[in-house]
Nanobody, 116 residues
């Protein structure tokens, strides 16, 4: 069992920055990959960025060069640094973790709103 608590969402102006955090608790020793997804109104949920246990990362094309995902295994926390935010980044952002030999876990979601 893994529990995820997200924080850091909010309202920012275009060009601004936000840093999302997702802290895991429970059976954290078995956590493998960690990532961030987002879902905008009327759109499907999409992968924004992910990071493997050893630090390999991948990003959606739409956020490359602007967002950075990182993790602190000692703190069982994954971060998403979002810079140069655009209105099209507006969405609910969800933390996701994969557990070895088990299911994925999702955070509750945090709203990110970018105004023009």
């Amino acid at each position: 069992q893994v529990q995820l608590v997200e924080s850091g969402g909010g309202l920012v102006q275009a060009g601004g920055s936000l840093r999302l955090s997702c802290a895991a608790s429970g059976s954290t020793f078995s956590i493998n990959a960690m990532g961030w997804y987002r879902q905008a109104p009327g759109k499907q949920r999409e992968l924004v960025a992910s990071v493997s246990k050893i630090g390999n990362t991948n990003y959606a094309d739409s956020v490359k060069g602007r967002f950075t995902i990182s993790r602190d295994n000692a703190k069982n926390t994954v971060y998403l640094q979002m810079n140069s935010l655009k209105p099209e980044d507006t969405a609910v952002y969800y933390c996701n973790v994969g557990v070895v030999h088990s299911t994925n876990y999702w955070g509750q979601g945090t709203q990110v709103t970018v105004s023009s």
